[in-house]
């Protein structure tokens, strides 16, 4: 056994044996046991070798092993190494280790200078829990980073990710994504065209047309800040959120979601239907806040311009809150309804829903109903409070007006109006048919003047509180949702997922963004 340094060549080989070989008209180096040399802080081992000075090529044979100062090393069986171009190849059960990181492939090329190795058979990775498999890949040690491409699978305990491109910093623990991508996890799938995630700490962002599925829950935007741990979500651009649970549809341009708590906000142009066919609730608003927990007393919030309609009731005001418990909605800000041809308004309202439909409805106080006769005539009711209610037809059938009942009524001889009644009382119960008045009883001090419609002064046909503005009565065309939508399919299916896409293909239901 000796060891020899072989000098006046570009390379410094040592090894147990050395001698000089005449090889296809050629001198070369063949070397065994221990066979090893430096280049560029990078040691290169091997059992034997041969080297020709005047190619610089290396063919190493046996437990090849590289290992460089940043603490990463590649072994396999076979090696094929240019000291010109410092370029290693390495094949045969191939291993890279880099602290807690192994990586496995056929073969792997190795630059001895920058310490980059490159793979384009396979890889596997495994870096304590997580594994990652790609066709080709990259590492360079300096920047501890990892570059993947085609079939990219990265693995966790606690959620999968495949996509065509992917980069990993191994100390951020930060995966980053430039090609269209699928985030599974155990209820929930989050699909994207590019972004990143904190594999540590769970967090992400990510970009163009993102989708959210989420346990009968859909979210889709432009751009989603995913927070995994808190099961939330902020969703900027474009928002559609679908709820089939609770048949939520609501649109936006902003949106904060929160698994956890069973809740979503969305502002800024937030449109919403609840329910469908002819018993479809439209509500849009500056701000919608809903929460599907049963346990929570508030179903809903409307904020600022808000806008509502369902079959011929609509309705406008600056707040709209939905409690749970006694489905009823209470209106604040300016609140006005309208039903066919009336308007029903007051500074505060609570309206009863069962089986979405309106059954009842305060006002209070100063509680206010006109209703168009004719386009010149209106009947009109006043006091400090009122209870409206409501047919299944959600026709108006009656109304109660208690204290300071003030009135002006027609009355019709066939389809005819012919005279009109002005009575004040303390009390008043008034009962409708098709939306006009059919009789109205008076308690306590009731006063009143009988004119034939010809002689009604003007100054008396209009209450004080007398206002039509039938211009602003919400219309169907309000709650258009502000942005058209489309589903994005699952780029990479499970088997429940390719079911779940062909049932939706043969059912198709949404339009394209």
Not at 64 to 92: F, M
Not at 359 to 367: D, G, I, V, Y
Not at 455 to 477: G, H, S
Not at 483 to 502: E, G, M
């Amino acid at each position: 056994m000796f060891s020899q340094q072989v000098n006046g060549q570009a390379i410094s080989l040592q090894a147990g044996r050395m001698k000089s070989l005449k090889k296809a008209g050629k001198t070369v180096q063949w070397l065994r046991e221990n066979v090893r040399f430096e280049q560029s802080g990078s040691m290169v081992f091997c059992d034997e070798a041969e080297y020709d000075p005047e190619t610089e090529d290396l063919v190493g044979r046996g437990n090849v092993r590289i290992t460089n100062p940043d603490g990463a090393t590649v072994t396999g069986r076979t090696l094929e190494y240019n000291n010109a171009s410092h370029i290693a190849k390495v094949s045969g059960g191939v291993t890279l280790t880099d602290g807690s990181m192994t990586l496995t492939t056929p073969w792997i090329q190795y630059n001895t200078q920058t310490k980059v190795g490159w793979y384009g058979s396979r890889g596997n990775i495994k870096d304590k829990e997580t594994q990652l498999t790609s066709i080709s890949g990259s590492y360079n040690p300096s920047l501890k980073t990892l570059f993947f491409k085609n079939k990219v699978v990265l693995t966790t305990p606690e959620y999968t990710v495949k996509t065509d491109t992917l980069q990993y910093r191994t100390d951020l623990k930060k995966a980053q994504f430039f090609a269209i991508t699928q985030l599974d996890y155990k209820a929930r799938t989050v699909v994207f065209n590019r972004g990143y995630y904190l594999t540590e700490v769970q967090k992400g962002e990510f970009y163009g047309q993102v989708a959210l599925f989420d346990s009968g829950r859909t979210v889709l935007c432009d751009t989603l800040l995913f927070n995994k741990k808190e099961q939330e979500g902020l969703a900027h651009g474009h928002v559609y959120i679908h709820d089939t649970l609770d048949q939520w549809q609501v649109w936006g341009e902003h949106a904060h979601y929160r698994g956890n708590a069973k809740s979503f906000s969305v502002w800024n142009r937030a449109v919403a239907y609840q329910g469908s066919g002819k018993d479809l609730f439209r509500i849009k608003a500056d701000t919608l806040h809903y929460n599907s927990d049963t346990a929570k007393p508030i179903a809903l919030q409307a904020i600022n311009h808000v806008a509502f309609t369902q079959q011929t009731a609509s309705g406008t005001c600056q707040k709209l809150t939905s409690y749970r418990s006694d489905s009823t909605f209470y209106f604040n800000g300016n609140p006005v309804l309208w039903d066919s041809l009336t308007r029903l308004s007051g500074d505060s309202m609570e309206m009863q829903v069962k089986q979405q439909k309106i059954r009842s409805l305060k006002a209070f106080p100063n509680a206010f109903v006109a209703i168009q006769e004719d386009n010149l005539h209106y009947s009109q009711i006043q006091g400090d409070s009122m209870m409206q209610r409501f047919t299944n037809e959600q026709k108006l059938a009656q109304v109660q007006v208690f204290r300071k009942a003030q009135s002006v009524y027609f009355l019709r001889d066939a389809d005819t109006l012919q005279s009109v009644n002005l009575v004040s009382s303390q009390n008043m119960n008034i009962r409708f048919e098709d939306g006009k008045i059919n009789s109205i009883a008076f308690y306590e001090n009731p006063k009143g003047v009988l004119y034939p419609i010809a002689d009604l002064p003007a100054k008396d046909a209009k209450l004080p509180r007398f206002l039509y503005d039938v211009q602003n009565k919400p219309t169907t065309e309000m709650f258009n949702p502000p942005h058209v939508i489309v589903v994005p399919t699952f780029p990479y299916p499970t088997d429940a997922q390719r079911k779940s896409q062909l049932n939706k293909k043969s059912n198709p239901k949404s339009s394209k963004r």
